[in-house]
């Protein structure tokens, strides 16, 4: 495992809990708004783009070149295919966020992964009306029983599992899965979670029952996750 990190001293302790003993490579940033950070490739890619999803591409690409870079990719353009994914080097895994000012960025070579999903969520107050529409019941109960003050961290981390899994799930099966299907069982003790799709509605492109593993971590602004399949 190894980090690259352009921002504050809590993210990276967070994220690096969340890849400890894993072999991937992760860089976060914040405040990357400079369009020199990107290759001639990816800045084409944007010129048609607002200004605040210019800025939240250049934090995620440059995330993502950095992380590259730790495991031997140097100068390597990150396009996007029809759904807006990233488009990694052959052998390549990996997965980009970005949430208010920061952004992240997590690679891995196939040999040792099969897919990852990365997550990145500004703490604020989580809005509950949307709960009863993108949670399942047993997600709710798992967290309604705690303090109040926490109900919004533990929502959000529920709620990032669920993104990091969707993009773990088009990375390994090219699947785009919904925020509901995905049902999170978290374990708030350690930090980690399985994600999984109910058999009721496996895709015809799942071969077997599908679950992937992953952590979730948090600093004061931020909740981070991360999904993967070995």
């Known amino acids: 495992m190894s980090g690259k990190i352009c921002g504050t001293a809590p993210v990276y302790a967070s994220l690096d809990a969340i890849f400890s ?4 490579s992760f860089s976060f940033c914040i405040e990357v708004k400079n369009t020199d950070v990107l290759y001639a490739e990816e800045k084409a890619l944007m010129m048609k783009q607002g200004f605040s999803q210019l800025t939240d591409f ?12 730790k495991i031997g990719y140097l100068a390597f353009p990150i396009l996007r295919d029809e759904y807006g994914a990233p488009i990694w080097p052959e052998g390549i895994t990996g997965s980009i966020s970005h949430s208010g000012d920061a952004a992240a960025a997590v690679v891995a070579r196939k040999t040792n992964i099969q897919g990852i999903g990365l997550d990145l969520q500004k703490r604020e107050i989580f809005p509950s009306a949307v709960l009863s529409v ?3 019941d047993d997600e709710v109960a798992s967290f309604l029983s705690i303090p109040s003050d926490l109900a919004d961290l533990y929502a959000y981390a529920i709620f990032s599992a669920k993104e990091s899994a969707i993009k773990c799930f088009y990375a390994t099966r090219e699947y785009l899965a919904h925020l509901n299907e995905i049902v999170i069982a978290m374990d708030w003790i350690n930090g980690t979670f399985s994600a999984f799709i109910p058999a009721t509605q496996n ?4 071969t077997s029952d ?14 981070f996750s991360a999904a993967w399949l070995i």
């Open 203 to 206: 895709p015809k492109s799942f």
């Open 21 to 24: 003993g894993t072999s991937f």
């Open 134 to 136: 993108l949670f399942h």
């Open 58 to 69: 250049c934090k995620g690409r440059y995330c993502a070149h950095q992380a590259l870079e």
């Open 210 to 223: 599908l679950e992937l593993m992953g952590r979730v971590g948090f600093d004061e602004r931020y909740v």
